[in-house]
T-cell receptor
Framework: QKEVEQNSGPLSVPEGAIASLNCTYS??????FFWYRQYSGKSPELIMS????GDKEDGRFTAQLNKASQYVSLLIRDSQPSDSATYLC???????????FGTGTRLQVFP | KAGVTQTPRYLIKTRGQQVTLSCSPI?????VSWYQQTPGQGLQFLFE???????NKGNFPGRFSGRQFSNSRSEMNVSTLELGDSALYLC????????????FGNGTRLTVT
């Protein structure tokens, strides 16, 4: 089992729709979770961080964390073509204190 | 506040050569992490330096090494380059605690021919 798993996609959604990106992790005691966006040929940029169960909203983005089920998700409301990118989930692994990245989900938002 | 700066942006090297990549973290950040990104493997952790000491290491061969200076700037060295070392090398900095996110530089694209 991979430490951080994401569906590679592509996930295709129409402009204006809600995009839902999911991530599962194996380390039950992880405490810190992050979502990064990476445009093709660019470096990852931080979108959201979440540390407690529940939802955290920032503009059009909502991160959801469920530690019991070991999953974290990212919702993008009113998706725009400019949101088309690869979204990386990252989880801090407690025993090694390393930030482990999933392989990313490619999102395509079509007009 | 200036972001993470990596130099050079692009490098072309020949198999067997060595290469040194440089990273200047965000001011005040004491931790610098290095990642290798390839299309097939995603982001793979190389190592992390904190206060001039290697604090964490990934599963890469000894040809990959690094160091950190007293001003928190870091360098990564790859010796005896192989074709498979062609990748985007990303440096990221953070204050150093496990709850802080990483902030990435623009990366160095290394091509080994």
């Amino acid at each position: 089992q991979k430490e951080v798993e994401q569906n590679s996609g592509p996930l295709s959604v129409p402009e204006g729709a809600i995009a839902s990106l999911n991530c599962t992790y194996s380390d039950r005691v992880s405490q810190s979770f992050f979502w990064y966006r990476q445009y093709s040929g660019k470096s990852p940029e931080l979108i959201m961080s979440i540390y407690s169960n529940g939802d955290k909203e920032d503009g059009r983005f909502t991160a959801q964390l469920n530690k019991a089920s070991q999953y974290v998700s990212l919702l993008i409301r009113d998706s725009q073509p400019s949101d088309s990118a690869t979204y990386l989930c990252a989880v801090n692994k407690v025993d090694t204190d390393k930030l482990i990245f999933g392989t990313g989900t490619r999102l395509q938002v079509f007009p | 506040k200036a972001g993470v700066t990596q130099t050079p942006r692009y490098l072309i090297k020949t198999r067997g050569q060595q290469v040194t990549l440089s990273c200047s973290p965000i001011s005040g950040h004491r931790s610098v992490s290095w990642y290798q990104q390839t299309p097939g493997q995603g982001l793979q952790f190389l190592f992390e330096y904190f206060s001039e000491t290697q604090r964490n290491k990934g599963n890469f061969p000894g040809r990959f090494s690094g160091r950190q200076f007293s001003n928190s700037r870091s360098e990564m060295n790859v010796s005896t380059l192989e074709l498979g070392d062609s990748a985007l090398y990303l440096c990221a900095s953070s204050p150093g605690d496990s709850h802080s996110p990483l902030h990435f530089g623009n990366g160095t694209r290394l091509t080994v021919t």
